[in-house]
């Protein structure tokens, strides 16, 4: 996936920190109303593709409202919730169209167990979810609450406020996490297709098999028959769909944390750092040390 070609204008997408400075007493969230024209940054126009190094949930109220994500188009109706995860290439349609609630928190806010445990970078989860009405008025609730208690900065000392934010906020993400996971289970379950199957397999095995022929052999189809499924799907062959999948890993990788690069090439199947550096730049004609400078 080459980021620097779906800019538009010639130049790489760029990355966008956390508003620390809006944030109440220097805490790591920020819960607000949707809606109007502002910006995560000054020079963020939100109608551009960009990406955000923080987390951002979006709960509207009315709909429908098209937002695109990792390049692909999603539209939310109102009881709807979009879920944007780090390092995420997004872009939002007119702003004023946004109505509800939304979200943003830093990833280091939460304790690791709890980051473990809502699977705050399980990017193989739907981004765009549907709660049922029990699941809505539970998950409304929850957020209504973390937000009065965002807000309620005068009772509590800072450290006792942050504590406070860090239990409700776990609260919510895990209601919203097991929402996630029931939705993507739900996707699989009526379309066992030869796409669906190949497609939950390279989620499972990319970071150590980039093989079309072992893919096939451990489903059971041809090869001919893989290459026609996984077109039809998607429009691309299945290395294709494979080197898309793990080039995304890698950019997550050089993004948001500090292995080096050889340890990143290794983790996405790549042993030899010269051939990892070799496959990267092929991908997105950025070496893996311009993509991190870059972002950084």
């Given amino acids: 996936m080459a980021d620097r070609t779906h800019q538009g204008e010639g130049e790489g997408i760029r990355t966008f920190p956390f508003p620390a400075e809006l944030a109440v007493g ?12 502002a910006a995560w940054h000054a020079d963020a126009p939100l109608h551009r593709v960009h990406r955000i190094d923080f987390h951002v949930v979006m709960l509207f109220t009315e709909g429908p409202v098209r937002h695109m994500i990792d390049f692909a188009e999603y539209e939310a109706a109102a009881g709807d919730l979009l879920w944007i995860r780090p390092g995420q290439v997004h872009r939002f349609s007119r702003t004023s169209e946004y109505r509800g609630t939304v979200l943003t928190m830093q990833p280091g806010f ?15 989860l739907p981004p765009l ?10 998950l409304g609730a929850s957020l209504a609450h973390l937000r009065r208690e965002y807000e309620d900065t005068a009772t509590l000392p800072l450290s006792l406020h942050t504590a406070v934010l860090r239990h409700s ?15 993507a289970e739900a996707s699989r379950q009526p379309t066992d297709t030869t796409f669906t199957l190949f497609r939950d397999a390279v989620e499972r095995g990319f970071a150590t098999n980039h093989s079309v022929n072992a893919y096939a052999d451990a489903l059971g189809y041809s090869r001919r028959t893989l290459v026609r499924a996984v077109r039809a799907a998607t429009g691309e062959t299945p290395k294709g769909f494979i ?9 997550r990788l050089l993004a948001h944390t500090d292995m080096p690069i050889g340890r990143v090439g290794a983790a996405v199947g790549f042993p030899d750092a010269a051939n990892f550096s070799k496959f990267f ?7 893996p040390v311009a993509f991190r400078a870059e972002l950084r």
């Fill in 129 to 138: 979810l549907h709660p049922d009405p029990a699941q809505l008025a539970a």
């Fill in 281 to 287: 730049h092929l991908h997105t004609g950025q070496t």
């Fill in 110 to 124: 939460l304790p690791r167990a709890t980051v473990e445990a809502t699977g705050l970078y399980r990017y193989d």
């Fill in 26 to 37: 220097g805490v790591g969230i920020q819960i607000g109303t949707m809606g109007g024209e």
């Fill in 243 to 251: 080197d898309k999948r793990v080039i995304l890993e890698a950019k």
């Fill in 169 to 183: 906020l776990t609260a919510f993400l895990l209601r919203l996490a097991h929402l996630a996971a029931s939705s």
